[in-house]
């Protein structure tokens, strides 16, 4: 009854073997219709998480550190495309625009319902000069 059972571990894998090992599985942020053949026989991942596709991520000793250098890059990206007004790269959509109307009353920034959900102008959106200004900047930096 009370007797302890020894097992050895298994080794430990390196970042390319577990990169090899999910490299089929689908993205966390897909529909997951089956799970891969050798989910529970070999391993138990049905998941694959977006980092693994950085580069560089299988060969970090300690995956579940972030790098917070990409952080600030993708959230710096974020708010420059925003306020530049990138229509294919800013976070200010459609779908954002419904979800506020939900969430804030907010009036100034609901969806123009006339005009087939023309999305009005933000008062954070930059005018030309200004995007100009900015791009100069950047182009000096």
Not at 21 to 26: H, K, L, P
Not at 46 to 65: E, Q, S, V
Not at 84 to 107: F, H, Q, S, V, Y
């Amino acid at each position: 009854m009370n007797h302890v059972k020894y097992k050895v571990a298994r080794p430990r894998l390196t970042g390319e073997q577990i990169r090899d090992w999910v490299a089929n599985i689908s993205l966390a942020i897909e529909i997951l219709l089956t799970l891969p053949s050798s989910c529970g026989s070999e391993h138990n991942w049905t998941k694959k998480g977006i980092f693994w596709d950085i580069p560089y991520w299988a060969t970090h000793l300690t995956r579940h550190n972030l790098d917070i250098m990409h952080i600030e890059k993708i959230v710096f990206d974020n708010i420059l495309n925003t306020v530049m007004g990138i229509k294919e790269m800013t976070k200010d959509n459609l779908n954002a625009r419904k979800d506020l109307k939900i969430i804030c009353n907010w009036p100034e920034l609901d969806l123009d319902e006339q005009r087939s959900n023309a999305i009005p102008k933000v008062v954070y959106a930059l005018i030309k000069e200004q995007k100009r200004t900015i791009c100069q900047w950047i182009h000096r930096l």
